[in-house]
């Protein structure tokens, strides 16, 4: 059974990065691709990106371009999505999935991310 | 606010169906067949129920199904279940992922 298991609920002040872990099991990820989504309170969700290791590259939509960085399952099957300048409009949570083809096959729990000074 | 539309909520009795509407544009829902849907409880994980408009992943009861016409695409449950209260979703894939807003099916 695959299950993917996310790093737990963090608390940032502005300014300051976070990094969401997305720990992969039942199944090995390395070539997959990975989707982060996230979903602020009272709004629906929000593609933030998807990193392609197959090609070797990373679709940002470009309100996330220049502060956001995914890196693929590497070693321990760990994925990483970091967010910096972070401001309370980031307050949200964040989802990992896994791409087959062109739609998110497997999630994880979710990660709340609360920013506030 | 939504890149696609879906209704907050919808509710239905025990054996009744249920369909949930998700409006897109052309540009997203309308131009390809690549509409997922998606079960989701507060706190877990999301679950893929449909995939490319009206697939079925393996494990999914087949009262669950999907379909598109035009910029619409629908999510319809028969059969009715009380654990079928929860909350779905669907989502577009046309060179970017556009998502609904969710909505929030009760069991009467």
């Known amino acids: 059974q695959v299950q993917l298991v996310q790093s737990g609920a963090e608390v940032k002040k502005p300014g300051f990065s976070v990094k969401v872990s997305c720990k992969a099991s039942?199944?090995?990820?390395?070539?997959?691709?990975i989707t982060w989504v996230r979903q602020a309170p009272g709004q629906g969700l929000e593609w933030m990106g998807t990193?392609?290791?197959?090609?070797?590259?990373?679709d940002y939509p470009q309100k996330f371009r220049g502060r956001v960085t995914m890196t693929p399952f590497q070693s321990a099957n760990t994925a990483y999505m970091q967010l910096s300048g972070l401001t309370s409009d980031d307050t949200a949570i964040y989802y990992c999935?896994?791409?087959?083809?062109?739609?998110?096959?497997?999630w994880g729990q979710g990660t709340l991310l609360t920013v506030s000074s | 606010q939504s890149a696609l539309t879906q209704p907050r909520s919808v509710s239905g009795s025990p054996g009744q169906s249920v369909t949930i509407s998700c409006t897109g544009a052309?540009?997203?829902?309308?131009?390809?067949?690549?509409v997922s849907w998606y079960q989701h409880h507060p706190g877990k994980a999301p679950k893929l129920l449909i995939y490319d408009v009206n697939n079925r992943p393996s494990g999914v009861p087949d009262r669950f199904s999907g379909s598109k016409s035009a910029n619409t695409a629908s999510l319809t449950i028969s059969g009715l279940q009380a654990d079928d209260e929860s909350e779905y979703f669907c989502?577009?894939?046309?060179?970017?992922?556009?998502f609904g807003g969710g909505t929030k099916l009760t069991v009467l």
């Open positions: 990193i392609i290791p197959a090609l070797g590259v990373a």
């Open positions: 989502c577009s894939y046309a060179g970017q992922m556009v």
């Open positions: 052309s540009i997203d829902v309308g131009g390809l067949p690549y």
């Open positions: 999935a896994t791409m087959r083809v062109h739609f998110p096959e497997h």
């Open positions: 039942g199944a090995t990820f390395n070539s997959h691709s």
